[in-house]
């Protein structure tokens, strides 16, 4: 048995530590996110989107983009800009590396949904790791390898579907300026 003394010091100690290490999380969290909550408890960022105008436009009319529930249906040359680093992508709902624990014969990124135009590819996927993030790339597609073009890449939180992007790029959801964004 441990005399009351030491148990009284350990307590005390673990008193103390405990709060700081609390503390410590919430700074940490709340460092450098570069936006605010919503009244509603939803993040914003302080900065619209760097999207054109134009491209904006045509984004915006939800009517003329049918989602994609599968990477097979998506252009190969859109895919490869969505992947991790060995090239994989898991399809939606299926088994990928969401954590930091690697399992080589699995994806690290996953794609959630994507839409288009067949035009304009919007595709929303996310990365695993300590801290799993969701992203959105804006492709214009003409065709082939050649012609593609990234209109946009970012990241926010995990979107349900293409109008709920549309929702996120109104209200600031999402953003362009963090590390992460490739």
Known sequence: MMPK??????????????????ALG?????AGTGGSRTPQGRWHSDKPVSISTDDRQVLQ?????KEISAKAKLPPAVVALCT?????????GKRWNSGCVINPDLASNRLIWAA????YYVVHYEWGGFVGSAHVLIVRFNGDAAGTKVVWRGSGWWLKNYEDFLDALQTRRLEDEREYVR
Do not use: M
């Open 5 to 22: 003394s030491l148990q009284r010091t350990r307590r005390s100690a673990s008193g103390r530590i405990i709060p700081f290490i609390f």
């Open 116 to 119: 288009t135009n067949d035009d």
């Open 61 to 65: 009319d939800a009517s003329g983009f």
């Open 84 to 92: 991790d680093k060995t090239g994989k992508l898991a399809e939606p």
């Open 26 to 30: 919430l700074v940490a969290g709340c």
